[in-house]
């Protein structure tokens, strides 16, 4: 293992966070203090409690688990599709990495960003809403390992766009969609009965539930299988950008 190579490219990776920071933190700060403006004051006073819990410290979770989802997402899509463009990626694979160590200093730069995106809107947090952490240890594992799924999928999108304009494409017509229907602004009680199999299908539902428990305790979800569900995509999406990289796609001509 490259250990001293490994950690110049995740110092690297890390550094792209401060280099562009009102971009990368300040505006989903920015973002979250609306949302919680907005339904803690103003929608939140109209629906009251949900089980038991006030409403706003109902949404804050979903807020956070949209942050990680998004910056993990971005930062290593952005990256790596950057890379290709300006012809940097020939550099990293001259380098003496192997693409296990490539790909863990792109995953890395990724869940730092979304951890401390999320850090930012946890402390917001805090001045609005009780924000507590009920499982301290479930709440670091939903959290990093909801970001290293979306560094894997912002890696595949850096691999398949070929514009800018591509890389916003899941953004906006599947991770906010997604999430937004996977119970960010609601429980599962208070959709009708019918429509309670499709949000069980939709995998962003299991990563906002399981935050939403480590921090309030309530849960909606079936907690085995959204942790199946979260291990067997961190083990598929892992094994597709290993073998994406090692087959060359779309990054050596």
Known sequence: MNSIGLYTFIRQEISRLYRVWIQTLITPWISALLYILIFGEIVGRRIGEIHGVSYIDFVVPGLLMMNV??????????????????????????????????????????????????????????????????????????????????????????????????????????????????????????????????????????FVDGLRYSMIGISDSNRTIGMTVIIGLILVLGYWVWYLFKSGYKIRN
């Open 69 to 206: 989802m998004q910056s993990a997402f971005g930062q290593t899509s952005s990256s790596l599709y950057f890379q290709r463009f300006v012809k940097h990626i020939e550099e990293i694979l001259t380098a003496p990495l192997s693409y296990l160590e490539m790909i863990t200093g792109y995953v890395v730069g990724g869940i730092a960003r979304g951890v401390v995106v999320a850090a930012g809107v946890y402390i917001i947090a805090l001045f609005f809403t009780s924000a507590s952490v009920a499982h301290i240890f479930l709440f670091f594992f939903y959290s990093v390992a909801v970001a290293l799924i979306f560094s894997l999928l912002g890696l595949l999108v850096g691999l398949w766009a070929e514009g800018f304009e591509q890389l916003m494409i899941p953004q906006t017509f599947i991770i906010m969609p997604l999430t937004f229907l996977g119970g960010l602004f609601n429980s599962l009680s208070m959709l009708p009965e019918k429509f309670h199999i499709f949000v069980k299908l939709n995998p962003f539902f299991y």
